[in-house]
T-cell receptor, first 113, second 113 residues
């Protein structure tokens, strides 16, 4: 089954404790991206990757890091989480640039105390 | 930067009625115009999309209308059903860009039984 898998789905952590949210897709997609969803603000792009070893900032990259060492994986790293990073996070992938449909994961709800 | 403006923010419709959601954009380089549907606790999923070479596309009860000169496109849901209750996002994209995506702010649709 074609899918984008995120882990963990739910996480409660404390300020400053490094964490990683993993994202993996099994569709051989070149393009992958991360979004955060907050009430009243919709979906905002954090980082995106056009292909392996190619990443770029989205609209709200501060406080986040990403890496794309393999085509299928695109982890989101919070080196020193803060309460303002409490949010619902989505990973998504698509075939490539200009090839329309985005496939989203189920989401990871993060709470930073 | 507000490249994409979606309206209304929320919409309540009676079962069997017509739901209309609008998306206005500024970037004339956009060439793929999708609508995503998101149910609570789930990631967004592509509902319907249009390319600018046509002015309308219909899939079942869902229709996209595209007005290139006005730089806007709309989602029409005919014979709205309670199962259509969800949040809807527009997310136009340019295939010539580096694929930095901007989503509309979302429309929460409630269809009353």
């Amino acid at each position: 089954e074609a899918q984008v898998t995120q882990n963990p789905r739910y996480l409660i952590t404390v300020t400053g404790k490094k964490l990683t949210v993993t994202c993996s897709q099994n569709m051989n997609h070149e393009y992958m991206s991360w979004y955060r969803q907050d009430p009243g603000l919709g979906l905002r792009q954090i980082y995106y990757s056009m292909n392996v070893e190619v990443t770029d900032k989205g609209d709200v990259p501060e406080g986040y890091k990403v890496s794309r060492k393999e085509k299928r994986n695109f982890p989101l790293i919070l080196e020193s989480p803060s309460p303002n990073q409490t949010s619902l996070y989505f990973c998504a992938s698509s075939l490539g640039q200009g090839i329309g449909e985005l496939f989203f994961g189920e989401g990871s709800r993060l709470t930073v105390l | 930067q507000q490249q994409v403006k979606q309206s209304p923010q929320s919409l309540i419709v009676q079962k069997g009625g017509i739901s209309i959601i609008n998306c206005a954009y500024e970037n004339t380089a956009f060439d793929y115009f999708p609508w995503y549907q998101q149910f609570p606790g789930k990631g967004p999923a592509l509902l319907i999309a249009i390319r600018p070479d046509v002015s309308e596309k219909k899939e079942g009860r869902f229709t996209i209308s595209f007005n290139k000169s006005a730089k806007q496109f709309s989602l029409h849901i005919m014979d709205s059903q309670p199962g259509d209750s969800a949040t809807y996002f527009c997310a136009p994209v340019s295939s010539g860009s580096a694929r930095q995506l901007t989503f509309g702010s979302g429309t929460q649709l409630t269809v009353l039984p």
